[in-house]
């Protein structure tokens, strides 16, 4: 491996998003990821989307760039195979991160003595051990209660997972913290991060349960709009529909600019006495500042509308479909970051590498995911040092699985 992690190997046993795309996050910075699933393949091996003969598209956006080692988790034999993988020597090594029940022989307890510096990182639903995922965790946020149009009267939930991303990028940045403090002291350690906790932190941070609590309110619906300044969809003359946003006075003049809209702003603000170069002020007066915009937008075409905002530097953005997302230019094709992979079983499609640009160290191109058990023979003998009669033995015993 290369990259700016390489050296450094992590044993990972995963299964939905959180952790699988915490290890995927190190493999792509170069780190040595090696995930086991069980010899009939893990719970995410079908999960949707899906080709049309049923291969997994989740499954392999999720595992880019590791290797896959198969083994029959209810064997002793199979379950000793991977306590030696995730205990087995080295500096770099020694790292197992899971989401998984951590007890008995995944217990942090039993491993330990296989190899006391051992750092462990347990994704878990709540603090209290109770099963959670990203819907469930998100329904007790409020966030739900204030997604979707303003007369919505019932829950709306996420589409995309956010608690199961901010839990990823948490757990990966949590496995370099505690392997730089094993470097400094020589000690290793059980990380536990609950999917719930994670939210809730989150939810604080960006000041939901302060506003609840000091004012006494509750978030209103607001739609599509950006609550305390000025943001919104706007639909064009052929139908499409670009989202607008002013977070500072350069995007007020930018979209003045845009829209001819200065003597109009201008207007707004005499009628009105909001300011608005203040988030406040656009707050305020966001209603008169669609009665303008809106019918700008309506008689131009989506095209027109984003060649002039853009002309402007105004702060918009084109709504587009996932498959116009996939045919776009500057988005996807012509982007440094994605390449065009042939996933086995799969087909070719845009891949993308790791969006952190390092200065010192060039970004590894994005590697394809492992079949099941692809790697078993090569972290078999190369890791734990088997040799090939023993390892055939094991394929032979169904103790372990792979390619042949």
């Not at 209290?128 to 204030?146: E, R």
């Not at 440094?336 to 086995?344: E, G, N, S, V, W």
Request: aromatic letters at 8%; hydrophobic letters at 45%.
């Amino acid at each position: 491996m290369t990259g700016i992690l390489a050296g450094l190997r992590i044993v990972e046993g995963s299964a939905f998003i959180a952790a699988p795309l915490g290890g995927m996050t190190l493999a792509q910075l170069g780190a040595d990821v090696i995930r086991f699933d069980d010899i009939n393949g893990g719970l995410d091996s079908d999960r949707w989307p899906v080709t049309k003969d049923g291969r997994s598209i989740y499954w392999a956006g999720l595992n880019k760039g590791k290797r896959s080692i198969a083994v029959d988790l209810r064997n002793p034999k199979g379950r000793e195979i991977l306590t030696a993988l995730i205990t087995a020597p080295g500096e770099g090594a020694g790292i197992f991160t899971t989401n998984m029940p951590a007890r008995g022989w995944l217990a942090y307890e039993e491993l330990a003595k296989k190899r006391a510096d051992l750092i462990a990182l347990n994704i878990v639903g709540a603090r209290d051990g109770s099963a959670h995922v990203d819907y469930t965790v998100n329904a007790i946020t409020g966030f739900p209660m204030v997604t979707g149009p303003v007369d919505h009267a019932e829950p709306v939930n996420a589409v995309a997972p956010p608690w199961d991303l901010a839990t990823a990028y948490a757990g990966a940045m949590a496995i370099l913290a505690a392997e730089r403090h094993r470097r400094l002291t020589g000690q290793g350690q059980r990380i536990v991060l609950p999917l719930q906790d994670m939210a809730l932190a989150a939810t604080s941070a960006l000041g939901y349960i302060g506003e609840a609590v000091v004012n006494k309110v509750d978030r209103p619906r607001v739609g599509n709009e950006i609550f305390g300044t000025f943001g919104r969809d706007f639909r064009t003359k052929d139908g499409r529909f670009v989202m607008i946003c002013i977070f500072s006075d350069r995007h007020v003049d930018a979209l003045a600019s845009a829209g001819g809209f200065k003597q109009a702003f201008a207007t707004i603000e005499k009628d009105t006495g909001f300011d608005l170069k203040s988030d406040a002020g656009r707050w305020h007066a966001r209603d008169r500042l669609c009665a303008v915009i809106e019918p700008w937008a309506a008689r131009h075409t989506a095209e027109e509308v984003g060649a002039a905002l853009k002309k402007a530097g105004a702060l918009w953005a084109p709504y587009k479909t996932f498959r116009e997302l996939a045919a776009d230019r500057e988005a996807v094709l012509d982007n440094p970051m994605f390449t065009i992979l042939d996933q086995p079983g799969i087909g070719r499609y845009p891949v993308a590498a790791s969006p952190l640009q390092f200065g010192a160290v060039p970004r590894q191109p994005p590697k394809t995911a492992p079949v099941l058990g692809q790697h078993t023979d090569e972290i078999l003998s190369g890791i734990l040092g088997l040799p090939g009669s023993e390892i055939a033995r094991l394929h032979d015993e169904k103790v372990v699985g792979g390619p042949r």
